[in-house]
């Protein structure tokens, strides 16, 4: 915030724009070999992979040689696969193989590149987009390698699809207002992130690291509504960082969040929660599977495997797969049996059945020790049998009650409306002052916490 991001904008403006896709790249390299010096070299050779894909790609297309396009496509997306497969995945198959069977094998114990399930993903949705006639070929290196090793969102998203900055790779166009954006949408992403989602954070750890077999039924929901606080500002924090660093840039990434929590349905969560990686997952998996066509049987098949595949990207772990299919049978059963109930429920009663469904999700996904979560869960129940609250519960009830009801506030989008009114629309300057007063306050506030707190975890580094 004070040394990399002020000297990175004034290396890039300060060049000519011709030159600014590559001071883009090579800051971006420098960014990620400052945390992941070796694995540098994995994120480039994906680059130069679906590069030169694309380019052959191109060129079997204007040869009319589909079979040479189609070996290319499917050189991107084994290598990709593959790439990942190893720093991902192997440890994970590794455990199944000793598991299941006699054999003893030794873990590998590879560190998880940071990013790779970001990076991989846009990598290769380049390559079908170009395979479909989606997307151009990008015919410039650099450009290229700008769009994939971009800093803002590299190691936590969102997902950026090719196509949607394409254009904006070769032809964008920064303006002050534009920049000005940007910062704004930085700055609330610095204050969900640092002011909510590290404080709330807090609480989950400390309910986290005691036993199961010692929470109380308070002390176990006030440690998960913390959780689900948590990741929801943590993520769509970081998102919006991303969002808004991109405008400094003159790119415009597509939301990644839509304020999932006040959805009435599991179907209508998942349209507005981590938008990307559900956009990316339909376009590439569930259609090209058959999607909605076929038997229903199939369809069923389809969803299984979409789940199946939700849950194991976001972790080489069990409840990570748990997870998944958790909400792939939530969807259904909303999808062939509960939708028209869904449609006639009062909407206080659907966002109840959502929010418990959601919370009880989390709960499979925060704890990888399968027993673990099982104890915690069985808390929420009540099933431990150390009674329905006690002092600690309490405390933390009663210590934290504003912050979690600004965090609850927060993440509907009431905040968002009520600024849309009053003061607000009488004038520009009433609201650019105001704007800009509020952007400086939590730019004060977010720094001071920083400075002051040594807790700030990164949720993300198993992507």
């Known amino acids: 915030m004070f040394r990399f991001l002020p000297l990175v904008l004034l290396v890039y403006f300060a060049a000519p724009r011709r030159w600014r896709n590559l001071v883009l790249f090579l800051v971006s390299l420098i960014f990620y070999a400052w945390g992941e010096p070796r694995y540098i070299v994995l994120m480039l050779i994906s680059t130069v992979v679906d590069y030169t894909v694309g380019r052959t790609i191109g060129a079997a297309r204007e040869k009319g040689d589909a079979r040479r396009a189609k070996r290319a496509l499917i050189c991107s997306v084994v290598v990709n696969l593959s790439l990942l497969g190893v720093f991902k995945y192997l440890d994970f198959m590794i455990g199944i193989v000793n598991a299941v069977t006699p054999l003893d094998l030794e873990l590998l114990e590879l560190a998880l590149p940071i990013g790779i399930s970001f990076y991989t993903f846009q990598t290769m949705s380049y390559s079908i987009d170009v395979y479909r006639g989606e997307a151009k070929v990008q015919r410039n290196f650099i450009s290229f390698g700008a769009y994939v090793s971009s800093f803002p969102q590299l190691i936590a998203g969102p997902v950026v699809r090719y196509q949607t900055v394409a254009e904006e790779i070769d032809s964008r166009r920064e303006t002050p207002d534009e920049f000005a954006e940007g910062v704004r ?20 750890s400390e309910i986290a690291a005691m036993s199961a077999d010692h929470l109380s039924t308070l002390t176990a929901w006030v440690g998960i509504l913390a959780f689900v606080l948590q990741i929801y500002f943590d993520f769509s924090g970081y998102s919006d960082m991303a969002i808004g660093m991109g405008r400094m840039f003159g790119f415009h990434f597509l939301e990644n969040f839509d304020h999932p929590y006040e959805s009435r349905s599991i179907t209508e969560f998942w349209r507005r929660w981590h938008i990307s990686m559900g956009t990316w997952f339909r376009e590439y998996v569930y259609i090209p599977l058959g999607g909605n066509r076929g038997s229903l049987l199939f369809q069923v098949r389809n969803i299984l495997i979409v789940w199946f595949l939700t849950g194991l990207w976001h972790g080489a772990s069990w409840n990570f797969v748990l997870w998944g299919l958790y909400y792939g049978v939530i969807l259904l059963f909303e999808k062939l049996v509960f939708r028209k109930v869904l449609q006639k429920l009062p909407a206080a009663l659907g966002h109840l059945y959502t929010l418990l ?21 069985a808390s929420l129940f009540g099933a431990a049998g150390n009674g329905l609250w006690d002092s600690t519960g309490v405390y933390l009830l009663l210590t934290n009650g504003v912050l979690f009801l600004l965090a609850a506030v927060g993440s509907t989008s009431l905040v968002q409306r009520l600024c849309n009114r009053g003061v607000l629309q009488e004038g520009k300057p009433a609201r650019d002052i105001a704007t800009w007063i509020a952007v400086s306050v939590l730019l004060i506030l977010s720094v001071a916490f920083l400075v002051n707190s040594s807790y700030n975890p990164f949720l993300y580094f198993r992507f």
């Open 185 to 204: 949408r930085f700055v609330l992403g610095l204050a969900k992130k640092v002011l909510i989602a590290n404080q709330v954070g807090a609480i989950w």
């Open 357 to 377: 469904l959601v919370l009880f999700g989390w709960a499979i996904f925060s704890y990888a020790d399968m027993a673990d979560g099982t104890g915690y869960i």
